[in-house]
């Protein structure tokens, strides 16, 4: 049975992606969500790989799809279907009905534009829309519509001739369309019900959609996005034809910001109010939680664009979401605020209590935890508090030259993901708890925005407004002001009264509007009436002409100059109490979210630094801290001191660390224990090393009669069609170690090849000890090899894209493209890479150590661990997992008076073996024992 509602507050922690690829049975499914389960995890999005066997939404999908529910109804877990805007145009099965109902197809307006002088009318064909327009010095002067030949015959040559002409494309869906999704609807989502309907809102919990496109082709010269009904509902709406001021869409002009504005703005609620609304009924109406990532990427440069009306769209999600950052935010600090930031303020206003991200996609194969956390701070210090990893994939046969990163079984890290699930989970219940403590209240430019983009190029004025306000957004989150983000429309009912604005269940004392070049009169009517009673601040560039009269204040509205960003941050950092003050050098690399949960105050204090930070935290009143550890759970009193009227406390972060701390009333003093002796190292002795079989990689190929060399790291791996590239592919390696029993390792895409070892052929069958993937094949080559070199030759119907893999009690030594496989020797405990270069899994080290008397704390330090995890046993008890540094616990538990045992696990990514390229692993330096407290 189900032990938990299908409600939208019993989602926490982690929800992952679940990728099911190549050939499934029910078998496969089952051990599939036994390991997702052993982690801990009772939530799981499943979604359709680029390799499965099977049709989307035909019955043998619903099949797969029937056992993935059936077996997590057996062991209490929740399945999620996700439907992908990318791949299957938008979200569900576009192939099920491609090229056969040309109504879904997706739809672009395609704009010419020529003199008029340039046009012959004896061969001009008129598209669905004529313009003309006036052009002088670049601007748009005057537009008309040309109905039919005879205007345009009559026009002169001053005009220019804007012909459009609507393109379909059968391998997009028209969303903007209510006729077109309800078709869609009838074709992807109703297939779910006669098959799944009985478990929708049980074990069948949410439909995730991702990224539902608004068609814009990638074409040369102009285009926008179309419909049929368009230009009807827009003038519906704002009581004016659209068609004659089509030219401002792509030249400036008096007219173009208010039409531009006006126009993007029509596009994204017709997004609104004809997909993600109807697909919240649909989904309300089974039982079922909607689930959207709205973060669409189609258009250029701006996915705000299409999410324009904001508030809109999130008031029709349970959980609204965000797209994964990749891995481009390991190295930005800074990098994809705006959104997550936008996203969650949404939700904070309309008083959703989750806020998701897709998390880790295309994060390659070499990502470590690390690499995980510095993501997941970064998110969750921005208002994100449920993870939907994009980490595990059923399988990842043929698909390893991909970007995609699997944390599944496939990874040697998989078997710690537990740790990092309950690090998750232990910073989500907290910060998906409570209320939302915040004080400034921004307003997104989005008017601005629309009113300067243009959709085949950006705009220097687009640019403009979006620089700023990444400034904007990184000065003050720099110096741990946070923020929530809003748009016009919504502050149109918003009560402003006592200093204060309210926004859902928020109260802000401060609106900042930043620096835009267009804003519609009623939204200037908007800010002015909520700056009578709120401290509001408006940007502007005093550069700009229009802006070189405007006075220090005008209707309470306060004025400043975007040059004058680092110091208006620093002044609001000094004028705000927000309870939390941080001073000292590194501050600024230290992000902070509150939260008030169960009437105390917590803060989430993420450090974005790789180097050690000591930062000094004031905190408003005489109070108590209680600090806890997320990598471990642990809680202890800080010490603190007064300073004024302030308390004081010493916040030492390790690299990329992060600390949960809590405020209440101050206890009275006891005074501390003193250990009656400094700390004592320990020695840890009998230090030895296992590996499992070590593993050969061949990258290197001779295309038969091509005359040269090729590298497959380097190529276009299964993308490239059969048959273009089919031949016989040549690879060769040197023996040095005869009488080592070799097995030769390949991924299942070699089925369809013949493999040779000079010139015997290779049996290959299923692998019973795979390396990369649970359909990898095997064969022992040991016959077949001889002393020397040794020759491999593949007959394959297409390019190869995977290496031939040798594994064995060998070691392995490089010489340039050359593979030496060679007598083991004795292998360098901390330099293990050296002898195994290939090397991906599971490092273990056994030691001893005595103690005499047991009685006080027991520290254990590994030391420098590199893009590694770490699981420690004394005495075969676990003692704790370390996912990134510092590699140190507390092993006193399971320590007692003598001779101890000690094993530790350390297990790197699965990038020396897939990508070929070495990185370190396993230990560097001996590890330390220090007991105190006796």
């Not at 904070?348 to 701070?377: C, E, I, Q």
Request: charged fraction near 25%.
């Amino acid at each position: 049975m189900i032990s938990f509602p299908n409600d939208i507050d019993s989602v926490r922690g982690l929800a992952p992606f679940w990728v099911i690829n190549a050939d499934v049975n029910r078998e496969q499914i089952a051990a599939g969500l036994d390991a997702i389960l052993s982690k801990g995890i009772l939530e799981v999005i499943v979604e359709r790989g680029h390799s499965i066997a099977v049709k989307h939404l035909q019955d043998d999908w619903l099949e797969v799809l029937a056992w993935c529910v059936d077996e997590a109804r057996a062991r209490s877990m929740h399945i999620w279907i996700s439907h992908d805007g990318d791949r299957l145009a938008p979200n569900g099965g576009a192939e099920h009905y491609r090229n056969t109902d040309p109504m879904c197809f997706g739809k672009s307006l395609a704009v010419e534009s020529k003199p008029r002088d340039e046009i012959d009318l004896a061969f001009f064909e008129l598209g669905q829309f004529l313009v003309a327009g006036r052009i002088q010095g670049g601007l748009v002067t005057k537009t008309r519509l040309v109905p039919d030949r005879h205007v345009l015959r009559a026009l002169d040559s001053s005009w220019h001739i804007f012909n459009c002409r609507i393109r379909r494309d059968a391998d997009a869906v028209d969303v903007l369309s209510s006729e077109a999704v309800t078709r869609i609807f009838e074709r992807n989502l109703e297939r779910y019900v006669p098959r799944l309907g009985k478990e929708f809102g049980r074990t069948l919990r949410a439909i995730f959609a991702t990224e539902p496109c608004i068609h814009l082709p990638e074409i040369d010269g102009w285009s926008v996005p179309y419909t049929e009904a368009l230009f009807e509902s827009f003038q519906e709406r704002y009581r004016y034809s659209a068609i004659p001021y089509i030219p401002y869409l792509f030249l400036s002009g008096e007219a173009a910001p208010a039409f531009r504005a006006d126009f993007w703005e029509h596009l994204a609620r017709l997004l609104h109010e004809n997909y993600h609304g109807r697909l919240a009924r649909w989904c309300k109406k089974n039982g079922l939680l909607y689930i959207a990532c709205a973060d669409s990427r189609n258009m250029n440069h701006s996915p705000t664009l299409l999410q324009s009306d904001k508030l809109t769209l999130t008031g029709e999600i349970d959980i609204p979401a965000i797209d994964h950052p990749k891995k481009v935010c390991h190295g930005n600090p800074f990098v994809t605020i705006i959104e997550h930031k936008r996203t969650s303020s949404q939700a904070h206003a309309t008083s959703k209590p989750r806020v998701m991200t897709k998390s880790f996609g295309s994060a390659g194969w070499d990502t470590n935890y690390l690499d995980l956390k510095r993501t997941v701070d970064g998110q969750f210090a921005v208002g994100v508090n449920v993870l939907a990893p994009y980490a595990l994939q059923h399988t990842v046969a043929g698909r390893k030259r991909s970007d995609e990163v699997s944390f599944f079984v496939q990874s040697p890290l998989w078997q710690d993901f537990d740790a990092f699930r309950a690090y998750v989970e232990r910073v989500s219940s907290v910060l998906g708890s409570g209320k939302h403590l915040c004080h400034i209240l921004i307003v997104f430019p989005v008017t601005g925005l629309l009113a300067t983009f243009h959709p085949n190029s950006k705009t220097q004025e687009f640019d403009r407004v979006d620089s700023f306000l990444n400034s904007l957004c990184i000065e003050l989150t720099k110096r741990q002001l946070d923020y929530d983000m809003t748009d016009t429309s919504a502050l149109r009912s918003v009560q402003a009264q006592d200093g204060q604005i309210a926004l859902g269940d928020e109260r802000y004392d401060m609106l900042i509007v930043p620096y835009t070049p267009y804003m519609r009169p009623h939204e200037y009517e908007i800010i002015g009436r909520i700056a009578k009673t709120v401290e509001t601040y408006f940007f502007y560039r005093s550069t700009d002409p229009g802006y070189a009269s405007l006075p220090s204040q005008s209707n309470g509205v306060q004025f400043v100059a975007t040059e004058d960003l680092p110091g208006f941050a620093m002044r609001l950092r000094h004028a705000i109490d927000d309870g939390i003050h941080l001073v000292g050098a590194g501050r600024e690399d230290i992000l902070l979210l509150q939260r008030e949960v169960d009437g105390k105050r917590t803060a989430f204090f993420a450090s974005r630094s790789g180097h050690h930070r000591k930062v000094a935290v004031k905190f408003t009143g005489q109070v108590g801290l209680t600090l806890m550890e997320p990598e471990t759970g642990l809680t202890r009193e800080l010490r603190t001191r007064k300073a004024g009227r302030k308390t004081e406390a010493t916040l030492q972060f390790a690299p990329y660390q992060s600390f949960l701390v809590t405020v209440h009333e101050p206890a009275a003093r006891e005074r501390e224990a003193v250990a009656n002796e400094a700390p004592v190292e320990v020695e840890i002795e009998n230090l030895k090393v296992e590996t499992a079989e070590n593993v050969a990689n061949l990258f290197h190929f001779s295309p038969t009669g091509s005359g040269r060399k090729l590298d497959i790291r380097r190529t276009a791996g299964r993308t490239v069609p059969a048959n273009v590239f089919g031949g016989i592919y040549e690879a060769e390696f040197q023996n040095d170690a005869p009488g080592c029993r070799i097995r030769m390792v390949l991924d299942r895409t070699y089925d369809r090849c013949k493999v040779f070892v000079n010139d015997g052929e290779v049996s290959l069958s299923a692998a019973t000890n795979w390396l990369t993937d649970p359909l990898d094949l095997e064969a022992d080559i040991t016959e077949l090899l001889r002393p020397g070199m040794n020759a491999i030759r593949v007959a394959s119907d297409e390019l190869l894209s995977e290496p031939i893999r040798l594994a064995g009690e060998f070691d392995v030594e490089l010489a340039a493209d050359l593979v030496i496989v060679k007598p083991c020797q004795d292998r360098h405990h901390l330099r293990l890479e050296e002898s195994m270069p290939f090397y991906s899994g599971t490092v273990t080290y056994t030691a001893e150590f005595e103690i005499d008397v047991h009685g006080g704390r027991v520290q254990l330090d590994l030391g420098e661990v590199l893009d590694s995890a770490a699981a420690v046993y004394v005495n075969k008890t676990l003692s704790g997992k370390r996912l990134w540094p510092p590699y140190q616990m507390d092993i006193t538990s399971a320590v007692k008076p003598g001779l101890n045992n000690l094993r530790i696990e350390v297990r790197n990514s699965l990038s020396n073996l897939i990508l070929g390229v070495t990185k370190a692993f396993g230990l560097r330096t001996k590890p330390k024992m220090k007991v105190s407290g006796y």
